[in-house]
């Protein structure tokens, strides 16, 4: 299957998921993805994202993640792709989106890597705000 926007398929697979009352849910690897999902392990969103390597005859490997749940609703409140394929967004260090007042975060792919508003604006790095997480 062609997908012209994988960051915007994890996002749409996830938010799926949740609604969906899933535990798990599984998504097809890249590097740029497991980032994003070990960025959403490390603040707390997800329980788990593992990385599941390829087995024979598979191009890629995939990412697994476990969804967590506070009691009957899940932690994740929203998920919104900023910049899109049609359309780029950037910012810079001091221009970074602060989300739901400190309480979300943006995840933004710099010259170092893909990292939180908050890591970025630390090293005074700007780049482009890939989405938000609340």
């Known amino acids: 299957?062609?997908?012209?926007?994988?960051?915007?398929?994890?996002?749409?697979?996830?938010?799926?998921?949740?609604?969906?009352?899933h535990e798990h849910v599984s998504i097809p690897g890249s590097r740029i993805k497991?980032?994003?999902?070990?960025?959403?392990?490390?603040e707390g969103f997800v329980s788990t994202a593992v990385w599941v390597e390829?087995?024979?005859?598979?191009?890629?490997?995939r990412i697994d993640i476990k969804l967590k749940w506070?009691?009957?609703?899940?932690v994740i409140d929203g998920l919104k792709r900023i910049s899109k394929p049609g359309r780029r967004v950037y910012a810079g260090h001091d221009k970074l989106?602060?989300?739901?007042?400190?309480?979300?975060?943006?995840?933004?792919s710099t010259s170092r890597g893909v990292m939180t508003n908050k890591d970025a604006k630390r090293a005074s790095l700007g780049?482009?705000?890939?989405c938000a997480v609340w």
Do not use: H, W, Y
């Open 34 to 42: 497991r980032r994003i999902a070990e960025i959403l392990e490390a």
């Open 1 to 21: 299957m062609l997908v012209t926007d994988p960051v915007a398929d994890m996002l749409a697979r996830i938010r799926n998921a949740m609604l969906a009352k």
């Open 127 to 130: 780049g482009e705000v890939l």
């Open 54 to 61: 390829p087995s024979k005859g598979t191009p890629q490997g």
């Open 70 to 74: 506070d009691g009957r609703e899940p």
């Open 97 to 108: 989106p602060e989300i739901r007042s400190g309480l979300g975060i943006a995840i933004v």
